[in-house]
């Protein structure tokens, strides 16, 4: 039932807007305000706060579907659920809960704030000082952030900084950072693909935080962010997932339809095995996806199994959208269908929340634990 209210959101409601959104670099209001009001925005989050209550599985078949028809919307609807939302409601004190999480489900957008000019696949090695105040009530916020999602539409910002540079890591907290605090939106960046969804740098130029504010504990920062973004990495699996799935659908057809040498190009023996093969790397990265979203919700350790969804999710978006342009032929390489803008789209599976190398790396790590 979920996947089909959110298949016919994504197809009414998005779906019209997508190239107008994508040419315009930027996301519709309506849009945004049509997935509060649909329940996407709280998708776990509880009841008394103004969400769903429903599963984290529910979540990632959300963001596939989002990603069918636009991935831009599906990363606002994954950043804002499985990093912020979490955050707040697993790290969260009662009265931080009470107070944002309806704010999140009902109307405020978040914003995940981690990476900085020099701290990208190398995390923590941020720069951007927290300081508190003498009698303890506030903390001063200075530095910049870039990469950041939502940020432009955002009104709530987790914000990750260092309360003391000489602890390295364990000096890093996160913060929530309202708006209206002072938060600066600098540049917005002009990007290859998912052009509706905001990235921005965001500077704080002694933005008072007050302590109440500090998430999770001082110096936990570092934990909330390794945790999160492992859970963070299916839902860019999904995304990609979503994204392989939607060229396949709207490319197929078409190659039933476009005749060449008296018959439908689909039907060519060479064309039949590429969609093959196409069709079942798109199932093993759903399997793969699936199968990390399980061992998350039962408890189980799913590190690797994160890893290896988005690695192989963000591999197999690329390379079936890239097909699709091919099967579509010129008409493909047009912006008019919008085939191309899949691939286009594609490639930042492979860059944020983690690199492939990352992964690589992650993967290799309980490779060597378990045979070394």
Same mark, same amino acid.
């Given at each position: ?12 409601? %998005? ?22 009001? &649909? ?30 028809? @636009? ?10 659920? =499985? ?23 009902? =109307? ?13 696949? @190398? ?6 000082? !927290? %300081? ?24 709530? +910002? ?7 540079? *000489? ?41 008072? %935080?007050? !302590? ?12 909330? *962010? ?45 064309? &039949?095995? &590429?969609? *093959? ?14 199968? *990390? ?7 189980? @350790?799913?590190?690797?199994? !994160? ?37 286009? @789209? ?19 790590? +309980? ?6």
């Amino acid at each position: 039932m979920l996947r089909e209210s959110v298949r016919r959101f994504a197809t009414d409601v %998005v779906g019209p807007k997508v190239r107008e959104m994508d040419e315009n670099e930027m996301m519709d209001p309506a849009v945004i305000q049509g997935l509060f009001e &649909q329940g996407l925005m709280g998708i776990e989050t509880s009841a008394d706060h103004g969400g769903a209550e429903s599963s984290f599985t529910s979540a990632i078949i959300a963001i596939e579907e989002l990603a069918k028809v @636009d991935p831009s919307v599906s990363v606002l609807c994954d950043v804002h659920n =499985t990093l912020v939302n979490t955050v707040v409601r697993k790290y969260g004190s009662k009265e931080q809960k009470d107070k944002w999480l309806p704010l999140l489900s009902e =109307t405020q957008l978040g914003s995940f704030c981690l990476s900085e000019s020099a701290s990208g696949s @190398d995390a923590f090695a941020l720069q951007t000082r !927290a %300081v508190p105040s003498a009698d303890g009530s506030h903390y001063t916020l200075n530095g910049s952030k870039m990469w950041i999602t939502n940020s432009w539409e955002a009104e709530f +910002f987790l914000v990750f900084a260092s309360v003391d540079l *000489a602890k390295g890591y364990k000096g890093i907290t996160c913060f929530i950072v309202p708006k209206e605090l002072g938060v600066q939106v600098a540049k917005k960046e002009e990007k290859l693909g998912i052009r509706a969804s905001s990235t921005c740098t965001l500077s704080f130029d002694d933005v008072k %935080v007050p !302590a109440e504010n500090v998430l999770g504990g001082v110096g936990k920062g570092y934990k909330i *962010a390794i945790e999160i973004l492992n859970e963070g990495r299916i839902g860019i699996a999904a995304q990609m997932l979503g994204l392989a799935q939607g060229a396949f659908d709207k490319v197929i057809p078409y190659t039933f339809e476009r005749k060449q040498f008296g018959q439908p190009i689909g039907t060519f023996q060479g064309m &039949q095995h &590429q969609m *093959a093969k196409a069709a079942i790397d798109i199932e093993a990265a759903r399997l793969l996806t699936y199968n *990390a979203a399980r061992r998350k919700e039962e408890g189980l @350790d799913f590190t690797k199994e !994160a890893a290896m969804a988005k690695y192989y999710a963000s591999q197999v978006a690329m390379s079936v959208s890239g097909s699709a342009i091919e099967w579509a032929g010129g008409v493909g390489f047009t912006r008019e269908t919008g085939i191309e803008k899949y691939w286009r @789209d594609s490639k930042i599976g492979a860059i944020y929340e983690g690199t492939s190398n990352i992964q690589l790396q992650t993967i290799a790590k +309980f490779i060597q634990k378990q045979y070394s």
